[in-house]
């Protein structure tokens, strides 16, 4: 029986007008990526699809359409295509300043460890977690998987090769108290009013 997922959070990043009128091409990309979320919080997959894929083409917008894609993807129990979509965000990161795009950059580490932790890949899913807290050190949350990932890699090694036979290692227990995290994270997300992201002057050509 296939563990239960933890599913993300698909939140609407906030924009202000300032920013919306710091070029046509930038605000299109991000009016689009506004748009795709909320297609994707409404359930309208294929339309938020749509939306994220026409935000690609905009530079300054394409880490957070990738982004939504990855979130869409996962709650579309497409793990792997999820996992591409958060690699490909990393990518398009490593070329933005260090300072930039900061809770976009803990977001999608954070989420990566949540799929790679619901596949069974605990050693990732740990790696992942601590490169969020890297980005945000002290959130309680990425604190808070972690450890649990590291249990659930001390408790795949510990137990004895015979007594394999739970899907990827993890106890019913501590899906559980994953769930349970991931619940709170998502009512927290819902109900916070989230920083404005970061965008550099000119970076859409």
């Excluded at 748009?35 to 026409?54: D, E, K, V």
């Excluded at 591409?84 to 990161?93: C, I, N, Q, V, Y």
């Excluded at 596949?119 to 977690?129: E, L, N, T």
């Amino acid at each position: 029986m296939k563990s239960p997922k933890p599913a993300p959070a698909l939140c609407v990043l906030a924009v202000s007008l300032a920013i919306l009128a710091s070029g046509c091409s930038d605000s299109r990309g991000r009016l689009l990526v506004m748009r795709a979320n909320f297609n994707a919080s409404g359930g309208s997959h294929a339309r938020a699809i749509g939306l994220y894929l026409q935000a690609l083409e905009h530079p300054a917008a394409a880490p957070y359409a990738e982004y939504g894609l990855g979130l869409l993807f996962f709650a579309m129990e497409e793990e792997a295509a999820a996992l591409g979509r958060f690699a490909e965000t990393a990518r398009l990161l490593e070329v933005a300043p260090e300072g930039l795009h900061r809770e976009l950059r803990y977001r999608n580490h954070y989420n990566a460890g949540v799929v790679l932790f619901s596949k069974g890949d605990f050693d990732g899913a740990a790696s992942a977690f601590r490169e969020a807290l890297r980005v945000s050190p002290g959130r309680v949350e990425a604190m808070r998987n972690l450890e649990l990932s590291l249990m659930s890699v001390e408790r795949r090694d510990d137990r004895p090769a015979a007594g394999a036979g739970t899907e990827g290692g993890a106890t019913e227990a501590m899906t559980l108290m994953f769930e349970y995290i991931r619940q709170r994270e998502v009512e927290q997300w819902r109900s916070r009013d989230w920083p404005e992201e970061e965008y550099a002057p000119g970076d859409d050509r």
